[in-house]
């Protein structure tokens, strides 16, 4: 079984060595300052917060995909770049091939669902955090990556086994895309608040905006008689609870959700911070898409677009305007 690993950055790298270090064939399309950093590493250096600490080279890192075809393609792009890559994954792909999208947020396969043909494709999460710095690739808060279950990943997950690794295989994704969506309005926040996730949940202030845009998620889906899995300790109807208690109650209830890597942002901070595009569409501005298809009020996720939004056009935004917005709920 060939595999490859289409756009890997941070979470493809992660991903890519690990299923290297499994000794699957695993081949990492990727751009060339990655393909130089592992090479002149001597390979990809995984590391994770419970002492994990490995550096494995895939067996190909392909800078220009000509005319390989590969059985599984897992595609970590970010939401918007699918598009732009599409025709290259369908040269990469046979007709039973097998693509896993492995995006945050809503939308963005569906934009390029009919033009795969008879691929068949599903979905994948990263439930948990990677911090990039040159080709060490840092697991920073709890979780493992989660596959829809198929004979492709069931063969996957066993080969992880064997080797001492785990993922988790569902049948069923989308509640698992919807609950992963509920973390991910922290994102633009994260981005906008410009400190890491650990420092930002010991803000009172802020966790009460996270949960007033929580809260809207939580309706939405209500309405749309969605069930969202549970990512945390608490139910996802419970977050926003938590989040509002005072902070010396919130550290001593909700130590869990503090127990991160200090140093984690989110990956929509890395991609202000580097002038690039956001995938603010696919996460709060698909709450907010939603919210109006299903009649439900979404102040505080658009307050939240619209401060990416300026923040993209290279605006200064105030963190004033968000915490105005979750006060009004
Ligand atoms: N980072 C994280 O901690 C987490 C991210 N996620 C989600 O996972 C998804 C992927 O995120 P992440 O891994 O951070 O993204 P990254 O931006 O780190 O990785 C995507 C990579 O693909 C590259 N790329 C884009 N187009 C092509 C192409 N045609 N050929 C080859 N390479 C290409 C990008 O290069 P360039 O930048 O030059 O375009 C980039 O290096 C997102 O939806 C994100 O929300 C989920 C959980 C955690
Ligand atoms: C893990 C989490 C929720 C936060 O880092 C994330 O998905 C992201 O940064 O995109």
Same mark, same amino acid.
């Given at each position: 079984?060939?595999?490859?690993?289409?756009?890997?950055?941070?979470?493809?790298?992660?991903l890519?060595a690990?299923?290297?270090?499994?000794?699957?064939d695993?081949?990492?399309?990727?751009?060339?300052?990655?393909? =130089?950093?592992?090479?002149?590493?001597?390979?990809i250096?995984?590391? =994770?917060?419970?002492?994990?600490?490995?550096?494995?080279?895939?067996?190909?890192l392909?800078?220009?995909p000509?005319e390989?075809?590969?059985d599984?393609?897992f595609?970590?792009?970010?939401?918007?770049?699918?598009q732009?890559?599409?025709a290259?994954?369908?040269?990469?792909?046979?007709?039973?091939?097998?693509?896993?999208?492995?995006?945050?947020?809503?939308g963005?396969?569906e934009a390029?669902?009919?033009?795969?043909g008879?691929?068949?494709?599903v979905?994948?999460?990263?439930p948990?955090?990677?911090?990039?710095?040159g080709?060490h690739?840092?697991?920073?808060?709890?979780g493992?990556?989660?596959?829809?279950?198929?004979p492709?990943?069931?063969?996957?997950?066993?080969t992880?086994?064997?080797?001492?690794f785990?993922?988790?295989?569902?049948?069923?994704?989308?509640?698992?895309?919807?609950?992963?969506l509920?973390l991910?309005l922290n994102?633009?926040?994260?981005?906008?608040?410009? @400190?890491?996730?650990?420092?930002?949940?010991?803000?009172?202030?802020?966790?009460?905006v996270?949960?007033?845009? @929580?809260?809207? +998620?939580l309706?939405?889906?209500?309405? @749309?008689?969605?069930?969202?899995a549970?990512?945390?300790?608490?139910?996802?109807?419970?977050?926003?609870?938590?989040?509002?208690?005072?902070? +010396?109650?919130?550290?001593?209830?909700?130590?869990?959700?503090? =127990?991160?890597?200090?140093?984690?942002?989110?990956?929509?901070w890395?991609?202000?911070?580097?002038?690039?595009?956001?995938?603010?569409?696919?996460?709060n501005?698909?709450?907010v898409?939603?919210?109006?298809?299903h009649?439900?009020?979404?102040?505080?996720?658009?307050?939240i677009?619209?401060?990416?939004?300026?923040?993209?056009?290279?605006?200064?935004?105030?963190?004033?305007?968000?915490?105005m917005?979750?006060?009004?709920?």
């Open positions: 079984m060939r595999i490859a690993v289409f756009g890997a950055g941070s979470t493809g790298c992660y890519g690990l299923l290297s270090a499994a000794k699957l695993v081949s990492l399309i990727c751009r060339p300052r990655i393909k =130089d950093a592992i090479i002149a590493n001597g390979g250096h995984i590391s =994770d917060y419970q002492g994990l600490d490995k550096t494995v080279m895939p067996y190909e392909i800078t220009e000509g390989q075809q590969f599984v393609v595609v970590t792009l970010k939401c918007h770049q699918l732009a890559a599409l290259q994954l369908l040269a990469i792909t046979h007709k039973s091939s097998n693509l896993v999208f492995m995006q945050n947020g809503l963005s396969f390029i669902k009919d033009q795969l008879e691929r068949s494709c979905f994948g999460i990263t948990f955090n990677v911090l990039q710095q080709a690739f840092h697991k920073g808060t709890e493992e990556f989660v596959f829809a279950k198929t492709a990943t069931e063969h996957i997950a066993k992880l086994r064997e080797q001492g785990h993922c988790e295989l569902k049948a069923q994704m989308e509640p698992v895309i919807y609950g992963k509920l991910n994102n633009a926040l994260n981005a906008v608040a410009d @400190m890491p996730i650990k420092q930002e949940l010991e803000n009172k202030a802020l966790r009460r996270l949960a007033a845009a @929580m809260k809207e +998620w309706a939405v889906c209500q309405a @749309m008689n969605i069930e969202l549970q990512f945390t300790k608490v139910k996802p109807a419970m977050v926003p609870l938590v989040l509002r208690l005072p902070n +010396w109650l919130f550290k001593r209830l909700a130590s869990a959700m503090l =127990d991160i890597d200090p140093r984690a942002r989110s990956s929509m890395e991609d202000i911070q580097a002038g690039r595009k956001t995938e603010i569409a696919y996460l501005g698909a709450v898409a939603l919210g109006k298809q009649g439900v009020a979404t102040a505080v996720n658009q307050a677009v619209t401060c990416i939004e300026k923040r993209e056009c290279g605006e200064e935004v105030a963190l004033a305007d968000l915490l917005a979750a006060k009004q709920k």
